[in-house]
């Protein structure tokens, strides 16, 4: 059974930087679109990230555009996210997703059928 596990999740202050990752176990995602979205209690989840599953396409929320970055490594079955200029603003619980079908790419979270659990990122101000 496939399954996604977010790590690098923490408590920055605002400015300062992490780096997400996500390792996919179970079957090799190599040919499919994987993206983050985050979520804060009581909003819905939202799109941060995606890439595609070569990794030459990728697209950002507006809000996390020209701070963050997303890239894989499909030797390894992993995303990650580097986030950069963090604010307080970004404070949330993200999630690594991945697409149901191969070879497709989505801002839309009805288009990922695999989920991870999700790692809280808090930034202080």
């Known amino acids: 059974q496939a399954q996604l596990v977010e790590s690098g999740g923490g408590l920055v202050q605002a400015g300062g930087s992490l780096r997400l990752s996500c390792a996919a176990s179970?079957?090799?995602?190599?040919?499919?679109?994987m993206a983050w979205f985050r979520q804060v209690p009581g909003q819905e989840r939202k799109f941060v990230a995606s890439?595609?599953?070569?990794?030459?396409?990728?697209s950002y929320a507006d809000s996390v555009k020209g701070r963050f970055t997303i890239s894989r490594d499909n030797a390894k079955n992993t995303v990650y996210l580097q986030m950069t200029t963090l604010k307080a603003e970004d404070t949330a619980v993200y999630y690594c997703?991945?697409?149901?079908?191969?070879?497709?790419?989505?801002?839309?979270?009805?288009?990922?059928?695999?989920w991870g659990q999700g790692t809280q990122v808090t930034v202080s101000s």
């Open positions: 179970g079957r090799a995602f190599n040919n499919n679109g």
């Open positions: 997703a991945v697409t149901t079908l191969p070879f497709t790419t989505s801002m839309r979270r009805s288009n990922y059928g695999y």
């Open positions: 890439i595609s599953w070569d990794g030459t396409s990728t």
